[in-house]
């Protein structure tokens, strides 16, 4: 699916929206620069999920969970020396709990992310740099 963003609200909602339609286990893989709105998107979803506290990127923490009606596990693996350091912090555990993780910076651990991944990329709009296209695709093991 691809979706076009005006706005950090728009993007917000669209994962709101889709939020509800995401089984337990997901993951969702985020590509896109900097100031894409990869947080934003993470907001929308926590929203979406039934958590309506604050949500901030875990540059330094690595992993932020936002406990609401499914548990969200947001990954910023910028500061990631490589992939086998996600095992480190608990990967596998946080695969096996029931929630979705949504991890930013994707590429560097793109070897431990499941088959069934959601790609999640986000970028400028060709017409017009405030705007973003968000595509969403992949999720099946097939």
């Not at 089984?23 to 039934?50: H, I, N, Q, S, W």
Request: aromatic content about 10%.
């Amino acid at each position: 699916m691809e979706y076009l963003s005006r706005s950090e609200a728009d993007t917000q909602e669209i994962a709101q929206s889709l939020a509800p339609t995401l089984p337990t286990g997901t993951v969702l893989a985020y590509r896109g620069d900097l100031g894409m709105g990869k947080t934003a998107f993470t907001r929308g979803l926590a929203l979406g999920l039934g958590y309506t506290g604050r949500v901030t990127s875990p540059t330094f923490n690595i992993v932020n969970e936002y406990l609401g009606t499914i548990p969200l596990f947001h990954f910023d693996l910028y500061r990631l020396p490589d992939s086998d350091a996600l095992f480190d912090i608990g990967w596998g555990d946080y695969l096996e709990r029931d929630g979705i993780c949504a991890v930013e910076w994707s590429e560097r651990a793109e070897d431990l992310l499941p088959s069934h991944t959601l790609w999640v990329t986000i970028n400028r709009h060709p017409d017009d740099e405030n705007w973003r296209t968000i595509t969403v695709e992949g999720g099946s093991d097939t």
